[in-house]
């Protein structure tokens, strides 16, 4: 065997500082929090708060405190080192040694870290931006202000153990100088993380094996309430499959490795949290959820394996094989998206179910729920538009079971009519009136502009065809004349029941 002698030196390549400056470039604020809650699930922590502090409704701060089990002056020391790699468990989320710096570089100039480890000293641990990408230096904290942190997180999460992580000189927040737009800016940025993290660690919530709030408070006065719990979003939650066959397990054979694809199909007109993720409905949700230990890394999305439709939006994959994530499937250090190797591609193309189901005919297959729904909803009669008085989640559903007629709109509103009856039509004016005389009847908690839903959609339903007209014809009176007549009586006989049962009891 030939042994080559060309070795005259082993020199050691020290990274340059300035690829600090590209760290975290693809991280938005609610990824970047997401990964730095991987850090406490490794850690060992049930409970993670995360503090928006603001100073005059501007974000200045961004805190991320949990009980896991510490650090001490090494651990403390490994973690700011950028590209450490330690030994991860089979079961951790940790992947590449980057996560804490890039999460805190792609918003702010400034990270401290606080953390006490049962045993040892509190630390603390300071790394600024600017001398970071110039040195890798990074500043060694106070013993006793390392302590000072410790009680304020055991006050907050009740634990003498756990870490704090701290973003300062934020520069991705808002920079106007309107007050009222600062904490528009602020209320989205809100409600956007806690749908993130609430679907992203929605199985660990769920299994209360996390829990993770959320604070939204001055600098200075975070310690006055416990912050807002972060509820589980299930993007698979869904009553009853939208296909009577699915969901259906693909089996996917990749050189000498079987992934399971586990495919789900939605039911149609679906419009709850879970279909719906944050604001954004379905259609953006459709494609692959991959999972590791529990921890979605991927919100649906084809990775090039299909091409997303309307009418592919009921359809969603779960791929939590963790033999594919690496050798198919690749992730990138923000685990915001993943990479589908090209021979994984092919595989998927080819996979199929045990009854010869392929994953060509399960997307013809949510395709077909979707378009079968729609062809019903597109085959009904346009009806008139429902407005005030009917409640807002009403007549969203109304108008996505029926299209809808450009221009009028019905209402309906309660006024005094005399005793016995119950309702009146207001033709030209597109309203139908309720007799305010039985609104307790419906409305026992006190009336309000849209209440006693389910009255006024079973109302509108009976009625709103005689609106779509241009006048009434002798049809619509006689049909106007037994709705009053019929319902005016059943009216005064629940009144009357409800009377009779006051005084029985």
């Known amino acids: 065997m030939h042994v080559s002698n060309d070795v005259v030196e082993r020199i050691k390549l020290a990274p340059d500082a300035g690829l600090v400056k590209s760290l975290g470039a693809n991280h938005t604020l609610e990824s970047a929090i997401a990964d730095l809650v991987d850090n406490s699930i490794d850690a060992g922590a049930s409970r993670v708060s995360v503090r928006l502090l603001t100073r005059n409704d501007r974000l200045t701060q961004v805190e991320v405190l949990d009980n896991g089990k510490g650090m001490d002056a090494a651990a403390a020391n490994a973690a700011m080192t950028i590209g450490h790699q330690r030994d991860y468990s089979n079961g951790e989320l940790g992947h590449f040694g980057m996560g804490l710096k890039a999460a805190a570089f792609g918003h702010s100039d400034v990270l401290t870290v606080w953390s006490t480890r049962s045993g040892a000293s509190p630390v603390g641990r300071r790394i600024r931006r600017a001398d970071f990408s110039r040195d890798f230096t990074c500043e060694v904290l106070s013993a006793d202000k390392a302590a000072e942190r410790a009680a304020d997180r055991q006050f907050i ?3 003498d153990e756990g870490t704090s992580i701290v973003w300062t000189e934020l520069r991705n927040a808002y920079r106007g100088h309107d007050r009222d737009e ?17 679907v992203t660690f929605h199985r ?14 001055e600098v200075g006065e975070s310690l006055a309430g416990p912050g807002v719990p972060i509820l ?14 699915y969901p259906k397990d693909l089996i996917v054979r990749a050189n000498e490795t079987r992934v399971k694809l586990e495919c789900h199909i939605w039911p149609a007109k679906s419009d709850v949290t879970g279909f719906r993720i944050g604001t954004k409905n379905g259609e953006g949700f459709q494609g692959f959820y991959i999972y590791r230990h529990d921890r979605l890394l991927q919100i649906g999305g084809w990775s090039d394996t299909a091409t997303p439709t309307p009418a592919r ?7 939590e094989d963790t033999a594919a994530i690496g050798p198919f499937v690749t992730m990138n250090p923000e685990k915001s998206g993943l990479k589908f190797e090209p021979v994984f591609h ?57 299209p809808l007629l450009d221009g009028d709109a019905v209402h309906i509103k309660w006024a005094r009519m005399p005793s016995g009856e119950f309702l ?19 409305a026992p908690g006190g009336g309000s502009l849209n209440d006693a839903p389910v009255l006024k959609a079973l109302l509108y339903l009976l009625t709103h065809e005689v609106f779509e007209g241009q006048h009434l014809g002798p049809r619509d009176k006689d049909e106007i004349a037994l709705w009053k007549s019929v319902i005016g009586a059943a009216a005064a006989a629940e009144q009357h029941m409800r009377g009779d049962s006051k005084e029985k009891n």
Do not use: C, M
Request: proline share 5%.
């Open 157 to 159: 999460l009740g634990s």
């Open 182 to 198: 600062a904490r528009s800016w602020l209320s989205a940025r809100n409600d956007v993380l806690r749908s993130h993290l609430g």
């Open 204 to 217: 660990l919530l769920a299994a209360k094996r996390l829990q993770i709030d959320v604070l939204i408070d």
């Open 232 to 245: 589980p979003i299930d993007p698979f939650d869904y009553a009853k499959s939208g296909h009577p066959e």
């Open 313 to 319: 939006q009921l359809a969603r994959v779960i791929l």
């Open 346 to 402: 092919d595989a998927i193309n080819k996979a199929e179910a045990s009854d010869g189901t392929t994953f060509l005919k399960f997307l013809q297959d949510a395709e077909s729920i979707y378009t079968d729904a729609n062809k019903r909803k597109r085959q009904r009669k346009p009806v008139i538009r429902p407005d005030k008085g009917i409640a807002p989640a009403v007549r969203k559903q109304i108008g996505s079971e029926l």
């Open 424 to 442: 009146d039509v207001d033709h030209p004016g597109r309203t139908l009136w309720l007799n305010s005389r039985y609104r307790a009847l419906f």
